[in-house]
């Protein structure tokens, strides 16, 4: 169980909950059986035939064939060799039995071979058939090496020599004044009940319970990160009355949103305390975050400060830099003839720069000649010095490890500010789960001259006249001024080799099967059929940095009509005059990656069009979340289906540091209710007592969430 499923204790056992329960007359659905997964299903025995064949040469061999039902399907389960006779005589007609094993095809009819099987109703002799009719079945989440009833079993093992040692040794987090004020049943119990329920009330109490103690848990660990950093010293950075985010404000050709003056208010409130911000920025793709961000930035350095921006990927940087240099004009001149006079110095710093750009970049960073630095992870380098660094801005969190912003506040020489933006709408509650220790802003509407986006799924498989009208739309946009992106799953170049799949697959399979299409094949076909004529370009992530530099200068030049892509071109690209998008595979991409690409056009004046090609059948849960996309245009909906489509994963480790899961039990999406009160019942604990004198249970609870990685990953905020 260590090995294959992550149990190391009694307590991980515990801690294993079941998936569902089966009851006796309830039966798992045979007719939606996944291929290729591995299952456990409730069925009834409905014949047994033994069928005798030629091995070839080597004499004769049998095989058991037994057809099971379950009212809604038929399937086969086949048995060779020498257990045959003893199958056979376990699975007679009209017996019932938990079957389990790896779903295949045979005959195109769907087949368990050789699974595993617990009769249900057979007397084993040592005790008489429990009374099965009504018992809830625990059915828990197994692996091919461990079924779900070796689990059972073992976990009936470890609640019998519990209950016999009255639960000697079982930590129990929850406070007894919150447990029965909020009127919980008691640990034991809600483990008992889990595991062995009588009832469906029972499972109900149990999950309330255990629920609790996971929310309740991690928002504790959550509130004493807070704590802990209200009791950090910061500068406090007040902008000057008429410095240069006056000045920068008085040249800009629109007037903010209520939003971004909203939450810049918020801001500037955080820098000027004097312990650090730690703000949470989320706004939609080109709701204005950057400009929010900079008017922080100008604020800092108003303030005797400097601050830096960390972008994830070269591209961006340079984008940034472009941006920031161009929206504030002579204001980013400091030190320069024509430079304003509350000008200061706005350099790059990348990990391909030249030898002396580098070197001069370096020195106006430590002699804070340049107030503003934007950068990729080369700002983290040991080398990189600041005079004064006051404020850090992290892009795109997401694709930054907690390391990485650890090392950059390192740089100051108290704790700098720090805020963290993200284009990923994260719903209320997983943002109060996983950036808990973030005070979060939103900016949720568009700034004027955005243009609506239209999204439409193309079945290629079942249309292909669809595609072929894609092609001809992308003309239209070309012919008509504006430009295109086409987004591919991969770049082309790997060892095809790897790609192939390893058995013949069949006609239905072969969308699942082949190869991801790849950016220099699609390009090339482009070229030479439906795009022919056009220039069209190419851009992904193994590119020299100078080559992809230069195709995105050309692009945004308009000097390229079509622009071939990986998601390099996910976060931040900003090209007006591109109005259509064409992704390629598009089920290959997560719910909010699409939503993502799809922000990168209708970012003019002229409206954007944005088209989901496909392979996949129209009744796949693949399908469904192409049309949820092209459905809704909101992000925080969209995250929310992609959240209930994937379950949350790890929310406290996996979305930041991939320590394997604490949350079991909790459902961030719907359990709301129960996060909200943890977050409240939490940060009023740790406010009276931070260190947890008072509560050593709760303390031994949070050493084992917060194993070592874990500790270490809270710590680094």
């Not at 391909?352 to 107030?371: I, K, N, W, Y």
């Not at 801005?393 to 963290?420: S, T, Y």
């Not at 195709?551 to 109005?579: C, H, Q, S």
Request: aromatic share 4%.
């Amino acid at each position: 169980m260590a090995e294959h499923m992550d149990l190391h204790t009694v307590g991980d056992l515990l801690h294993h909950y079941p998936r569902r329960y089966a009851e006796r007359g309830e039966l798992t659905a045979l007719a939606d059986l996944p291929l290729d997964e591995h299952v456990t299903v409730v069925a009834q025995v409905a014949d047994a035939r033994v069928h005798t064949f030629n091995k070839g040469g080597r004499g004769k061999g049998q095989r058991l064939e037994v057809t099971i039902t379950d009212g809604s399907g038929r399937m086969q389960l086949v048995f060779f060799g020498r257990t045959v006779h003893f199958h056979q005589k376990e699975l007679l007609p009209g017996r019932r039995a938990m079957f389990a094993g790896k779903v295949g095809v045979f005959n195109r009819r769907l087949q368990l071979a050789h699974p595993e099987y617990k009769l249900l109703d057979a007397d084993s002799g040592t005790e008489t058939v429990k009374a099965f009719a009504s018992e809830l079945l625990p059915i828990y989440p197994a692996c091919k090496q461990i079924e779900s009833w070796t689990i059972e079993q073992s976990v009936a093992i470890a609640l019998d020599s519990m209950a016999a040692t009255n639960w000697e040794g079982l930590v129990d987090p929850l406070p007894p004044a919150l447990r029965e004020g909020r009127g919980l049943t008691d640990l034991p119990d809600a483990l008992t009940k889990i595991h062995r329920p009588r009832t469906k009330a029972d499972i109900a109490d149990a999950r309330d319970r255990l629920k609790w103690d996971e929310a309740f848990v991690l928002q504790v660990a959550l509130a004493r990160r807070r704590y802990a950093d209200t009791q950090l010293p910061a500068v406090a950075r007040r902008p000057a009355a008429d410095g240069l985010l006056t000045a920068f404000d008085a040249k800009l050709p629109f007037t903010l949103t209520e939003g971004q003056r909203k939450v810049s208010q918020e801001i500037f409130d955080d820098l000027a305390t004097e312990h650090p911000m730690h703000r949470l920025l989320q706004g939609e793709v080109g709701s204005g975050k950057t400009m929010v961000a900079l008017r922080a930035m100008l604020a800092v350095v108003d303030a005797g400060g400097q601050a830096a921006m960390l972008a994830p990927t070269e591209v961006l940087a340079q984008q940034h830099h472009r941006s920031v240099t161009e929206m504030m004009g002579e204001l980013a001149e400091g030190g320069m003839l024509g430079g304003a006079e509350h000008a200061t110095k706005v350099v790059l710093l990348t990990g391909s720069m030249g030898t002396a750009a580098r070197r001069q970049a370096l020195l106006d960073l430590v002699t804070g000649e340049a107030g503003i630095v934007i950068g990729t992870h080369a700002l983290i380098e040991d080398k990189v010095q600041f005079h004064d660094l006051g404020l850090v801005v992290v892009d795109e969190q997401h694709r930054f490890g907690v390391e990485q912003r650890d090392a950059l506040r390192g740089k100051g020489r108290q704790p700098p500010h720090l805020l963290v933006m993200t284009a990923t709408p994260i719903p209320r509650t997983v943002a109060m789960t996983v950036f808990g220790d973030l005070e979060t802003s939103v900016l949720d509407q568009l700034p004027a001259g955005r243009s609506p986006i239209a999204s439409h799924v193309v079945p290629a498989a079942d249309k292909p006249h669809f595609l072929a009208r894609a092609w001809e739309r992308v003309r239209e946009e070309v012919e008509s001024g504006h430009q295109a992106y086409v987004v591919c799953p991969r770049i082309g170049d790997e060892e095809d080799g790897k790609q192939s799949a390893k058995r013949k697959a069949s006609p239905e399979d072969e969308a699942e099967k082949r190869p991801p299409l790849a950016v220099l094949d699609v390009a090339e076909h482009l070229r030479a059929g439906p795009l022919a004529g056009l220039r069209v370009e190419v851009l992904h992530g193994r590119m020299h940095p100078d080559d992809k530099d230069a195709v995105m200068r050309r692009f945004a030049a308009g000097e390229a009509d079509v622009l071939v892509a990986t998601t390099v071109i996910e976060v931040g690209v900003n090209v007006p005059n591109a109005t259509a998008m064409v992704i390629m595979d598009a089920d290959r991409f997560g719910v909010s990656q699409l939503h993502q690409l799809r922000g990168r056009v209708g970012r003019g004046s002229a409206a954007g069009l944005c088209l989901l090609v496909t392979e996949m059948p129209e009744a796949s849960p693949a399908r469904q979340r192409l049309g949820a996309v092209a459905s809704t245009l909101d992000g925080f909906e969209l995250s929310r289906i992609d959240l209930e489509q994937r379950r949350e994963g790890d929310v406290l480790g996996q979305a930041q540091s991939g320590v394997r899961s604490s949350l079991r039990m909790l459902a961030v999406i719907e359990d709301e209710e129960v996060i909200t009160a943890a977050r409240e019942e939490a940060t009023a604990l740790v406010l009276a007592d931070p260190d947890l004198t008072a509560h050593p249970e709760l303390r031994t609870a949070l050493d084992a969430l917060l194993d070592k990685d874990r500790e270490e990953f809270l710590e680094k905020g």
